[in-house]
């Protein structure tokens, strides 16, 4: 029993170390580009991991909201897709962090699974973004959700703790290829309460559990984002299925100039 235990608070040392290594250099540089309100942070969970379920609205998105949590004392660890931990360089630095791959398949889904419970069993938080890609709603408002965080909270009875945040897209755009300094842009941050998903807890692992959880989760997310932009919501979510725009990758507006760069990779939902 001690040789398992040994491993697992060596190896949360180590990621720790590593973020610790990450905040020095990059810390300075966010603080530089701008400012920052961070609200609600006593709704975050002590003494126990958790799924965190922002908004997306631009590539710079996981910076902003892992900013958040590192200074709160709690290591975020997003999905990505299993692809980038290919990368030169990339890899190694989503590894040495302790990033969650996700793969398609299904032995691909079961490791996934199982890191994210070991991230939540050291009291971190797993990040995942309901939307599974950046919103295609014209005005920015969290789109149609999809199932990542609600089969995650279903198959681990964790904690989801919705996020909205506002002002990062001023710094740098949906699809945008450079980001935009002058003048100095505030980035808001609110934390709301946990989902209170109590109900569903003991149901069926099926289709409608999963997408009647998404629904409330991304009820919290929009009442959170409707708080910071001091507006309401659209009455009925964007669906891009509806709109028949891909559920992957860039969506360009009509209108809109195409980009060839720009910004992190995206992150995956989970599902």
Sequence with gaps: MAGPANSTS????????????????????????????WEGLHNLPTGRGFIAAPNHCTEIDPVIVGHMLYNQNVMPH???????????????????SRQIPV??????????????????????????????????????WPMKGRTGAARLALNTGALVVPIAHWGAQEVFPRYAKRLHVFPRKTTRVLVGKPVDLDRFMDGPDDKATLEAMTEVIMDAITELLEQLRGEKAPAQRWDPTAHHQTLHGRFMERGEEPTDGGGTPETGDGQ
Excluded at 78 to 96: D, I, M
Excluded at 104 to 127: K, N, Y
């Design 10 to 37: 060596e190896h949360r040392r180590g990621t720790r170390l590593f973020f610790g290594v990450l905040a020095w250099t990059a810390r300075p540089l966010i603080n530089l580009l701008t400012a920052k309100k």
């Design 78 to 96: 997003f999905l990505a897709k299993e692809g980038l931990f290919r990368v030169p360089g990339l890899g190694a630095l989503l590894r040495g």
């Design 103 to 140: 793969e398609r398949s299904g032995a691909g889904a079961g490791r996934s699974l199982e890191v994210a419970r070991g991230v939540l069993d050291d009291g971190d938080a797993v990040i995942i973004y309901p939307e599974g890609t950046l919103t295609r709603d014209p005005d920015l």
